[in-house]
Nanobody
């Protein structure tokens, strides 16, 4: 079992930045690919970014490329999502997930955090 806890969300204005953190506990964090997903009210959960256990492979949704950066510190059992140039369209609950491969499909992730709210005002 792996437990994931997100933090760092909040209310910001368009153009601001936030850094989300996901702290992991349980089984070895270093063995998992990590991903970030988000879900806005009334919409499906969508892929945001993912990174392999070694950080050698990363993928981003087209909507966040050039603005968001995923990174991880395996020694601290933590994965981050640096979000710059935030837009109102980024407003959602952001979820951290752990899986076996760095893919975009949520079905590839076995463990999920409870989510943290990010709200971007116009």
């Amino acid at each position: 079992q792996v437990q994931l806890v997100e933090s760092g969300g909040g209310l910001v204005q368009t153009g601001d930045s936030l850094r989300l953190s996901c702290a992991a506990s349980g089984r070895s964090f270093s063995n998992y690919a990590m991903g970030w997903f988000r879900q806005a009210p009334g919409k499906e959960r969508e892929f945001v970014a993912t990174t392999s256990w070694s950080s050698r492979t990363t993928y981003y949704a087209n909507s966040v490329k050039g603005r968001f950066t995923i990174s991880r510190d395996n020694a601290k059992n933590t994965v981050y999502l640096q979000m710059d140039s935030l837009k109102p369209e980024d407003t959602a609950v952001y979820y951290c997930a752990a899986g076996t491969a760095p893919i975009a499909g949520p079905q590839g992730y076995n463990y999920w955090g409870q989510g943290t709210q990010v709200t971007v005002s116009s």
